[in-house]
């Protein structure tokens, strides 16, 4: 299962959102996440081992460093 991580110095990290079967599903889920909001925000692709619940970080999805107006 894959979680998407999205980090802001606004509201810092979220990690509440839903868990995805593939990892292709939690990179749409970052684009669609980067579409939403509009200040500075990084999102990460996490993979996650349910059993032992740990998670390891797969690719940085999107930086950035700006707001958009």
């Known amino acids: 299962m894959y979680r998407l991580k999205l980090i802001s ?8 959102g839903p868990l995805h079967p593939t990892q292709e599903q939690a990179r ?29 970080k797969l690719e940085e999805v999107y930086i950035r460093l700006e707001a958009q107006n």
Do not use: C, Q, W
């Open 28 to 56: 749409r889920a970052a684009e669609l996440m980067l579409h939403v909001y509009k200040g500075r925000l990084r999102a990460e692709v996490h993979k996650v081992d349910l059993k032992t619940r740990t998670s390891e």
């Open 9 to 16: 110095p606004d509201f810092g990290i979220d990690d509440s």
